[in-house]
């Protein structure tokens, strides 16, 4: 089986998969087309990077196909438990790699290594990359870890300044909207860490972690992306409170943006 017929064959799946969540509820609804749309938006972002790195046709086609079945265990998570929340529930990616070894979609189809698929997905959401792995799966890793971020940043930013937001409890991991940031939030950023999730305590600490994941991006065009839509900016201004310490956090991420895109520094 040839990749694209391969990739027609895994989309019509995704479709028909995902079409079983659908709900009356307008609450469950919303967050099952938010998920979908998030998932076809990241194959886009993931050809869009991949392109950039002159990708061969399978191994874009790999990019691909661990796009497509990424999130494909939070449908199943959100019915079950009302939550995108991991610690709440259960690992969506571990839940995931369970759904696409029960429907076997991924036998059969030839045009990429099912076991990277699998691999990617079921550690596409830790916290840093795994130790050890194969430089194929670490690719395959970075690849899909930025595209997620960049559909991630394109959602949040335009829910945090839609005009006629409403809260939406689920994509905000159901925090309260106080007018704080945790100490834990703000020295793992002055440092150019990664923000672990325990230590979120505020929507104002979840905005400024998603502010934090610049310092884990690989590749040069997803900067550029960042760049070019004003992520770091719009999160900023999304925050609830402005001080030093929010000033001193975008600062320290604007530069490292500006020292890693195309054009303004070296990776």
Known sequence: MDVQTALTRLKAWFAEYVNQFNSDDPRVQENMDLKGGHTRRVCAAILDIGASLNLSAEDLGTAEA????????????????????????????????????????????????????????????????PAGEDERVRLFLKLLRDADKVDIWHVVTAHYHDPEKRRNHALELDLPDSPHISEPVYEALMRGRLVQMADLKTVNDFKLLQMGWIYDVNFPRTFQIVRENGYLEAIGDALSIQSHRTSDVYGRARSYLDRHCPGSGTV
């Not at 999130?71 to 790699?97: C, K, N, P, W």
């Not at 029960?102 to 699998?118: H, N, T, W, Y």
């Open 66 to 129: 661990t796009a497509w079945l990424h999130d494909i265990g939070r449908f199943e998570q959100y019915t079950r438990y009302g939550t995108f929340m991991d610690h709440r529930s259960e690992d969506h990616a571990a839940l995931g790699v369970r759904v696409i070894r029960k429907s076997r979609i991924l036998e059969g189809i030839g045009a990429f290594d099912p076991e990277i698929v699998l691999r990617v997905v079921g550690a596409h959401n830790r916290a840093a990359l």
